[in-house]
């Protein structure tokens, strides 16, 4: 090789290099700027994970609201969220509750095992944002989120902004969630709207139905109304809690304000625990309008629509500084003919589905609304094939709806009941060991397509219900019961 091939040699391969190195720093350009690219310029997938229905919701608002301002918007059910399509996704947003125990809820249990269990998933082009929905009351608040954070975070995927974790659907939670958008967007946005369908009811009747026992007292709660009203057995009714009069006198003393009934019908549903400071020259009437709402709690309707009333069933909760705030309110505080203020809010994960197979119904204490709600639809709707499994402390005290159960016993629309009285014998009986001494019985109604209910307390019943049907059904089936729907819980 000459001396002028070689040098024209040299300088071909210097360039090759020097292309090399070009394509691969736009690769990597390019590959970064995917990461960071700008909310406008891919399309955007939100998923939601819901268990009553609010984070569905807040999903779809999000989903129209972006798509009015020219994106690209795709809405999808977790439960039916593919991992091919997490894969391909650029940008995702999270809508997401927290269930039971810090659980995802139902519909997504399944999915987040498959979806997340694959060791080849590289997310790290996607961008993510996660929307939390919780409850301070509980101990794990907003845990499903934290965990598909980590899930996220373990596959690469670089968040958007922080996690945003609602405390019991507050405006103010859900307000940061559209201002995080609206920054990204570089457009307005409208504000997360929540159902405005509140009612009025009237406090009819209260009874208590366990005098003598050994627990907190239980009352049935009876609500009467104007105006029309429908709900679907399963469902929850909101509350907004209240104040007692003797409270609102208290403060209005310690005020030294005369008590008139201007203040008292405004401080009714005020929160007079945590009060904001009064600022300078601020009229007394101006500060009490700014004071926070009372919060609102959730019991299942122990009725349908056909017997015309809202029924409620509530344990008296008992705290060192007095009653719990909304059993306080409905069992003691309120008078008989109290207008309260509540809403309707649909559960579809505890709805009856519309089939004539057999329905197991499984509960302990103030549980037993849900299920006499069940049963009393079962009953309009002709269907006989129902075994109840009930628990509480003792027969002669705790026999909670004894009458009515005797009845559909007697009218055929109870196949079979059981109960659990767990302190009528010295070695304690629990739901969950009918269950087990059923075992036989309980895979011969499922084999013939009955579905299992549960509703009560998610401490040591569901939790011991739900292992008892592991060890006789097995992980498979069960998961394949609640896959399709036929294993449903409302638990608290």
Known sequence: MTYSVAVVFIALVILLVIYAVIIAYLILSHRKQKRIATFNQNDCLIIFASQSGQAENIAQQTAQQLHAVGQNVS?????????????????????VSTYGEGDAPDTAQFAIKQIFNHANLDLSHQSYAILALGDKRYTHFCQFGQVLKQHLQQYQAQALFEMVCVDYLKQADLDCWVKNLEQLSAQKLSRIAQQNDWTSLILKDRTCLNSGSQGNPIYQIQLSYDDALSWSSGDILEIQCGNSLKEIQCFLAAQQQLISENSVAILQFKNLRQLPEQRPNESFQDWILGFDDLAIREYSIASIPEQKIV???????????????????????AVLGQLMSAKIRSNPSFHLKPNHKPLILIGNGTGIAGLVAHLSQRQQDGNQQNWLIFGERQQQFDHLYKQQIELWQAQGFLADVDYAFSRDQAEKVYVQHILQQKSEQLLNWIEVGAAIYVCGSLKGMAQEVEKTLLNILGAEQLEQLRKTKRYQMDIY
Do not use: P
Request: net charge negative; charged share 20%; proline share 0%.
């Open 311 to 333: 029924e409620l069933v509530v344990r008296q909760e008992k705290t060192a500084t007095g009653l719990g705030l909304g059993s306080g309110w409905l069992t003691e505080h």
């Open 75 to 95: 809405l999808v059910d977790m439960q039916y969220l593919a991992v091919e399509q997490l894969r391909q996704a650029n940008k995702v947003l999270w809508c």
